[in-house]
Structures are given as structure tokens and as C-alpha cells.
């Protein structure tokens, strides 16, 4: 029998990831179990603790660990669940697994998967470093910041390289444990587990959930006001030059400092900054995507619609009919 561990972090942590987790493996167990006519369960499933003490959540909650860490000698698949609230405390509160889940990896091949903030536990040990990741999109910026040898893929719900794996953000991991069950028990039980639970399978993209407010924590006062008037004045035809010799910077030490502050180029910025105030029109308003597209500054239509499903994934109708609500029931 195979084995998973899902991790059971102290501190703050986000609950749903592990009950969820062990919820849909146990049910995807009972299935492939019944299908194949076996025995016993394809994997057994542990809840992992560093010791094996309950651990309690949100004053409410508790979860008692089925095996410490010490006790799990080999696993085949590791789940690092969410952690949340102050996260360097709580990447601090949970280093013991670092060396556990390296050693996992390195002596037994174990394959790693992360679920939504669980990522940055999961790049403390190195393994994700020259790798592709996904996380939360409210991590993006401080995961940038903590972690620039891993790649970060924003817009990814599900990330997979060489079996480590990583998940975007809150509940779309029930869809990532989908994509685990598929590769562990086969695709007929994702389906299945699909169906039983109503949760929607092969959704990977998280762009359109990810709300852009412009990364303002940094320490260059003029950037931080050239931001502000990028936002105050998006429906205008903005030029990149004169913003610099607003601010009496030169064109090139601006785009340098622009970059390193704000991870964008000033053209993303201002690209992202239209786009954001595009989406909350189309969202509230009973505006044509045309009008909208104007409103935001832009005059040229294929431009405007290919800019925008760069940053949402969806174009303008598509997205106004999916989040406007008198779109929706019209």
C-alpha cells in the first residue's frame, strides 16, 4: 500500500485544506477500492503532525494528527496545506517540517504538492528553486520578493514540475485534488469524485480571479505617487516619458526604479490599472464593451480585447456575462 501525508501545521492555517484534502483522497480511495475489486485501499492517508498533539484553529477547531512526523519513515505524496494569517510567523511556527519533507524528497523520491499558501512553506526547503510555482495571488508579491529563484506562475491553479506541485489560491485546490486523484487512481475516479462532490474538473486558470491593487509596499516615495497618478488618470492616453519628467526622473532610471518596486514594467502597470477599472465597469454597469474599452483610455479594439484576456483569461463579453448579475439573469 502506497502512502499520503497531509500535513497538519500549527498556528494559523486554513482548515478547509486539510479536511478537504483527506475528504476527497478517502473518497477517491472508496472508489478505485470498489472498482478494482481490492482489498484494501489503494493509499493509506495519514494526517501529519510535527508531534502528536491536537492542534486547534481559529479558537474553534481542533485536528489530532494520525502520525508525527517521526513516525513516517517513507511517503509516496506529501500535501503541504494552507497556512494563513502573519505568514513569516507562521513559515517561522512550522520549520520543523522543513528538514522532513527534503529528506522525503531527496531519500524516497517523495512528490510534493502544495495547496494555496502552502507554497511558501514548500520554497523554505529549496526544492522549488529553478521551478515552476503557483499560489495564492494575494501571496504574489511577497512571494516574488522571498523567493525570486522560483518561477512564479500567477496565473496558474495548478503547477507541475518534475513531481513537485503547487496549487493557486483558497478553493481551488478541491480542483487541484482532482488533477492529484486523476495521476494517483486514473481518470474514471476523477470523474467520479468530480460529480459526487460538484466541484469542476480541469479548471486551471486563475486569472480572472486575481484583483489588481498595485504593489505600493517599497520604499521609493516618487514611484509610489507616479502609481497613484497612473491610477488617478487611466483614462487618459498616458505617456511613460512625460510621467518620468513629472516626477524629474530620467526615462531610463525610471523604468529601472518603476520595475523594481512595483515587479511591472510602467507599461504593465498602466496596462493593468485600465484593465482592473475595465473589469469593475463591465461588472456594475449596463456599458457595451466598446464603451467600456473607451472609458478606460483605449481606442483600439483588438488591442483592448487581446490585453485583456492576457490578464483575465476571458475577453470582455465573456467575462461581463460571467460577473455581471444583470447580465446573468438577462
Known amino acids: 500500500m502506497r502512502h499520503i501525508s497531509i500535513l497538519v501545521p500549527v498556528g494559523d492555517a486554513i482548515i478547509d485544506t486539510i479536511i478537504g484534502s483527506y475528504n476527497l483522497l478517502m473518497m477517491a480511495n472508496a472508489y478505485y477500492k470498489g472498482i478494482k475489486k481490492l482489498k484494501e485501499n489503494r493509499f493509506k492517508i495519514d494526517l501529519v503532525g510535527l508531534n502528536l498533539e491536537s492542534v486547534q484553529y481559529n479558537d474553534f477547531f481542533q485536528v489530532i494528527p494520525t502520525k508525527a512526523i517521526n513516525e513516517i519513515f517513507k511517503t509516496d505524496l506529501i500535501i503541504v496545506t494552507a497556512i494563513s494569517g502573519n505568514l513569516k510567523k507562521e513559515i517561522e511556527n512550522n520549520k520543523s517540517f522543513i528538514p522532513w519533507i527534503k529528506q522525503q524528497r531527496i531519500e524516497n523520491d517523495a512528490e510534493i504538492a502544495s495547496l494555496c499558501k502552502g507554497a511558501l512553506l514548500l520554497a523554505e526547503t529549496g526544492l522549488l528553486n529553478g521551478k515552476s510555482c503557483a499560489t495564492h495571488w494575494t501571496t504574489h508579491e511577497l512571494f516574488r520578493q522571498r523567493y525570486p529563484q522560483v518561477k512564479l506562475v500567477p496565473e496558474n491553479i495548478i503547477s507541475e514540475d518534475n513531481g513537485i506541485y503547487s496549487s493557486g489560491g483558497a478553493y481551488s485546490f478541491l480542483n487541484f485534488l482532482l488533477y492529484l486523484i486523476e495521476k494517483y487512481y486514473g481518470r474514471e475516479t476523477a470523474i467520479w469524485c468530480s460529480k459526487v462532490s460538484e466541484i469542476e474538473l480541469d479548471r486551471i486558470d486563475q486569472r480572472h480571479f486575481i484583483i489588481f491593487n498595485g504593489q505600493k509596499k517599497h520604499n521609493d516615495p516618487a514611484i509610489r505617487e507616479a502609481q497613484i497618478f497612473i491610477e488617478n488618470n487611466y483614462e487618459e492616453k498616458l505617456n511613460i516619458d512625460q510621467i518620468a519628467d513629472m516626477f524629474s526622473i530620467s526615462s531610463r532610471n525610471f523604468l529601472r526604479r518603476f520595475k523594481k518596486a ?69
Open 262 to 330: 512595483t515587479s511591472n514594467t510602467p507599461s504593465e502597470y498602466i496596462q493593468r490599472v485600465k484593465i482592473e477599472a475595465a473589469k469593475k465597469k463591465l461588472e456594475s454597469s449596463v456599458l457595451t464593451v466598446n464603451e467600456v474599452m473607451y472609458r478606460v483610455g483605449y481606442n483600439d479594439e483588438k488591442a483592448f480585447r487581446n490585453t485583456f484576456r492576457k490578464y483575465t483569461g476571458l475577453s470582455p463579453l465573456v467575462y461581463r456575462s460571467k460577473y455581471n448579475r444583470e447580465m446573468a439573469l438577462s
